[in-house]
């Protein structure tokens, strides 16, 4: 089993930054990619960005792309999310997740709690 644990979330004016990081602990040895989902109320929870954990490959949400950066820090199992000029229309529960090598044909395999961001405007 694979625990994910966010942090970073909060409340911001518009035009504000916020970093959430996402550890994973347990059986974290075959870690394929992670990735960051949010949702926002009434909707569906929706793809924001992801990273692959050996290929340094990473993909965007159009609508994040130029504002928010994904990044891997593999020593500490960490995944982060650098959030820049936030619009309100982010708001939403941001949670983390994580793929493994032979796991779901689709999907993620592993999800965290998530963590409330809040754009105020």
């Known amino acids: 089993q694979v625990q994910l644990l966010e942090s970073g979330g909060g409340l911001v004016q518009t035009g504000g930054s916020l970093r959430l990081s996402c550890t994973a602990s347990?059986?974290?040895?075959?870690?394929?990619?992670m990735g960051w989902f949010r949702q926002a109320p009434g909707k569906e929870r929706e793809f924001v960005a992801s990273t692959t954990w050996s290929g340094n490959l990473t993909g965007y949400f159009d609508s994040v792309k130029s504002r928010f950066t994904i990044s891997r820090d593999i020593a500490r199992n960490t995944v982060n999310l650098q959030m820049n000029s936030l619009k309100p229309e982010d708001t939403a529960i941001y949670y983390c997740a994580l793929k493994v090598v032979n796991g779901k044909a689709a999907g993620y395999d592993f999800w965290g709690q998530g963590t409330q961001v809040t754009v105020s405007s």
């Open positions: 347990g059986r974290t040895q075959n870690i394929y990619a």
